[in-house]
């Protein structure tokens, strides 16, 4: 059952929200009824203006009939507020726990369970470097995750099996968006296990080589004042990290 929302979106690629006239896609302004959306807790909404959620969303161009894949889900933030927009359209959201995460810690458990309770939400779990998405997405997202396929427990090739399964399950012209925690230019990979952090050099140089194409980078998550040094749960920086955001597509 779908959740009625102030928000109605066209077809193709206009929102209109409540008496306001259409606006593009692209506008951050066109997300701030889902926003508000009951399936969203209050404490996901006091953290929106810090996330810049508006922002994010209209970078990676999300809409209501986008199948939806929230990978590597954490605690479930973006897979509730993309179960927000995809109500009042035809679009679906599966989002990826991968099973180590479940098994280290209870509370990945309980998200995924959470995820898949919500109306037009599927929470699957697989091993990190098989991710079981289906086939024909518009977009792939992942938020402050793309650093893990890179810790230490993990295979030295599972970055290179995940992006290839990304690359499998969207459709021709579809989206790959990652976020992530900016490391120093040539930190090398050890530092996506040591302090959670990743060069966006490296991430470019993977992401390239399973096929896609970069289209879109944006500094809205960027933090001059981190020296990106510190692990990023660390209390000096903790929840301000300067992040980067990249927008990568599948060629048609």
């Not at 098994?103 to 929470?123: H, K, P, R, T, W």
């Not at 012209?173 to 040539?186: Q, T």
Request: glycine share 8%; aromatic share 8%.
């Amino acid at each position: 059952m779908r959740r009625s929302l102030i928000l109605a979106v066209s077809a193709a690629v206009l929102i209109t929200v409540g008496g306001f006239a259409s606006a593009p896609i692209q506008d951050p302004a066109v997300y701030a009824s889902v926003l508000a959306a009951d399936v969203r807790p209050q404490a996901d909404r006091d953290r929106d203006a810090a996330r810049h959620t508006a922002e994010v969303l209209a970078f990676a161009q999300v809409g209501p009939d986008d199948k939806i894949g929230d990978m590597i889900i954490g605690g479930g933030f973006w897979t509730r507020v993309f179960a927000g927009i995809v109500a009042n359209g035809s679009g679906e959201v599966i989002a990826w726990q991968p099973a180590e995460f479940v098994g280290f810690q209870a509370s990945y458990a309980e998200a995924i369970a959470a995820a898949d309770a919500l109306d037009d939400v599927s929470g699957i779990q697989s091993p990190i470097g098989a991710p079981e998405l289906p086939a024909g997405m518009d977009l792939i997202f992942t938020n402050q995750n793309y650093h893990d396929l890179h810790l230490r427990p993990f295979g030295t090739d599972t970055a290179e099996m995940v992006n290839a399964a990304v690359f499998a399950a969207l459709k021709p012209g579809g989206r790959y968006v990652i976020i992530d925690h900016y490391a120093r230019s040539g930190a090398g990979l050890g530092v996506a296990d040591s302090l959670h952090r990743i060069d966006i050099a490296d991430v470019r140089r993977e992401v390239e080589a399973a096929g896609f194409v970069l289209e879109a980078e944006s500094d809205v998550l960027k933090n001059d004042t981190d020296p990106m040094t510190a692990n990023v749960f660390d209390a000096s920086i903790r929840g301000h990290t300067s992040q980067f955001m990249l927008r990568f597509r599948k060629p048609a």
